[in-house]
């Protein structure tokens, strides 16, 4: 499996200006990180997936013209891989925490369809465990 970089917005908009306006990136060595990071993205080396929160950010960028460049950008370089839905996640978080497992890249980055906007909905009642599926250690309370 490729390695998944989860970009933070900061790192997309240097991404995003590498591509659209190399000048404005000062230093060499963040200019050639970038550089070959794209370069490992183009061939399959890395995962640059995208998230809820990207959209959510990108969609809010002042400048019209800035807004497109950051999201052909991040378009260019997600390759399909994108994030579940944010409340999934921290659900199975959740989950695991209670049950000694850990969450790995494959359980949270996917390239299925609608999973970023998949309209979960959670309820108490949902969320809440039943007794029968209560750890020991919540049981005795």
Do not use: C
């Amino acid at each position: 499996m490729s390695k998944v970089i989860y970009l933070d917005q900061n790192h997309w908009i240097t991404m995003a200006r590498a591509r659209f306006a190399p000048e404005k990136i000062q230093k060499a060595e963040e200019r050639e990180a970038v550089t070959a990071l794209w370069e490992l993205a183009a061939t399959g080396q890395v995962r640059l997936p995208l998230s809820m929160a990207h959209l959510v950010e990108t969609a809010d960028r002042g400048l019209k013209s800035s807004r497109r460049r950051l999201a052909r950008a991040v378009l260019d370089g997600y390759g399909g891989w994108h994030m579940l839905n944010p409340l999934v996640v921290r659900r199975y978080e959740l989950v695991g925490a209670f049950s000694g497992t850990k969450l790995t890249a494959t359980d949270v980055f996917t390239t299925a369809a609608n999973s970023p906007f998949f309209n979960y909905t959670p309820s108490i009642s949902a969320a809440a465990p039943t007794a029968a599926h209560r750890p020991a250690s919540l049981s005795r309370q």
